[in-house]
């Protein structure tokens, strides 16, 4: 019992910190479009608030100071001060024209002007996957949010211009080195040319010189996939659920075929425009997969002695997931259907890679425990139970408290 005690103790303690960074995972992408006229080279970009506000070396809930243009409550989380924003934006334009680096065939790099930025929700953002579109919504000047958010939960879009600059001279496209590291490290960059668009994992550094090889797409794909497991703490409760709720392997191997199968589906779906995502779905969606990791570790409470979930919900609640990943990798597809193929294929083989890790590392934690007469497979169960119960509680109650006040806002 003693044992039992102490490792639920240690996994409690070790998912803390893990909910802590969760927070600026909700939307870390680098959406960006470059387009020219008789005038120079234009650039549309979508980042997170964060990426322009947060120090290198900033930390949560260590007594740092509030980012620029923010202020911390009562929860030491910066939240944006629009009265400051509205007063002098000087900082903050400076940050947005330095944020992006391009490099010409020539050394040297060239000025950028910005013309438009609009900060947004996240639940709420506009769309951004339509160039036209972008063009005529995002108008000259500034553009605030109605009420103060969570910098966390902002975006900024951003129209910028790079002065008598032709597409063809630019060579390669970079983020500034300063860029907080939980965002540098963990984004995916979408860049949209007229000729096509290139999608990478981390730093920002695409390079035009040679679009790449459909081995190289595939490898991009396949590491977005494994990185997606790894980081996504719901995700990786999820397949607890489908491990520790199987009674043997071979239910094991299923769970994980159907759940991939489900997700592939509505990511699938999303990408090709065949399913849309209204910006208000998506805390929805998040509190949905925060209640479905609640489902799956109360049925492992309550059917102890045989599967926990059936496999047409195990299904079920990867099509669920699908939404979320789809959320994520929104417009992360290339423009042809063969490269849709490559994108689906690398990422869900990456994503079955990842989830085989996991079930491979928590089988050596099983027989481990059991060799050394640590826990046995019950005890073992309870002490990822509990924990995991409650981090998904309340992540449920957080995500549906921000649903609600989606709703209240609009």
């Known amino acids: 019992m003693q044992s039992l005690f102490r490792t639920l103790l240690i996994l409690s303690f070790s998912l803390l ?49 509030a980012p620029p243009y923010t202020r911390l409550n009562t929860e030491q989380r910066p939240v944006l001060d629009l009265p400051a924003l509205s007063g002098d934006k000087q900082l903050l334009k400076n940050r947005a024209v330095s944020y992006l680096q391009i490099h010409l065939e020539q050394t040297g790099s060239p000025g950028i002007e910005l013309e438009s930025a609009r900060i947004e929700p996240i639940a709420q953002r506009s769309p951004f996957g339509y160039l036209p579109a972008i063009e005529q919504t995002l108008q000259p000047g500034w553009s ?111 769970n994980s075929l159907i759940f991939t199968a489900g997700h592939s589906l509505t990511l699938g779906a999303v990408a090709l425009g065949w399913l849309a995502l209204p910006p208000l779905s998506i805390p929805l969606i998040e509190t949905l997969i925060a209640l479905s990791i609640v489902y799956g570790f109360l049925r492992l409470l309550l059917t102890p002695d045989r599967h926990a979930l059936p496999l047409w919900q195990v299904g079920m609640i990867g099509l669920l997931h699908g939404l979320g990943f789809a959320n994520v ?37 099983h027989w481990a425990s059991t060799q050394f007469n640590c826990l046995n497979r019950t005890q073992l169960t309870k ?28």
């Not at 387009?35 to 322009?52: F, H, K, N, Q």
């Not at 139970?385 to 006040?405: D, K, N």
């Open 17 to 65: 910190p893990l909910t802590a960074n969760a927070h600026f995972q909700n939307f870390l992408a680098r959406i960006i479009y470059l387009t020219e006229d008789a005038g120079g080279t234009w650039i549309y970009a979508r980042v997170p608030m964060a990426s322009l506000l947060l120090e290198p070396d900033w930390q949560q809930g260590d007594n740092s100071p």
């Open 144 to 254: 605030l949010p109605a009420s103060t958010l969570l910098l966390e939960e902002a975006v900024i879009d951003l129209k910028l211009r790079v002065p008598d600059t032709r597409l063809q001279q630019i060579r390669r496209i970079t983020s500034a080195g300063t860029e907080w590291p939980v965002i540098r490290d963990q984004s995916i960059n979408i860049l949209t040319t007229p000729t096509g668009k290139l999608t990478s994992n981390g730093p920002l550094d695409i390079s035009f010189a040679a679009p790449p090889g459909i081995g190289e797409r595939l490898a991009t794909q396949f590491a977005s996939g494994v990185h997606h497991v790894l980081i996504g703490l719901d995700h990786l409760l999820f397949l607890c659920v489908l491990v520790f709720g199987a009674k043997q392997w071979r239910r094991v191997i299923h």
């Open 383 to 410: 002490a990822i139970i509990y924990p995991s119960l409650a981090l998904a509680l309340f992540w449920t109650v957080e995500r549906g408290l921000g649903w609600v006040e989606t709703l209240g806002a609009t």
């Open 329 to 365: 990798l929104e417009h992360a597809t290339g423009l042809k259907v063969s490269e849709l193929l490559v994108h689906w294929a690398g990422f869900n083989l990456g994503i079955e890679a990842g989830q085989i890790l996991v079930f491979v590392t928590l089988a050596i934690a």
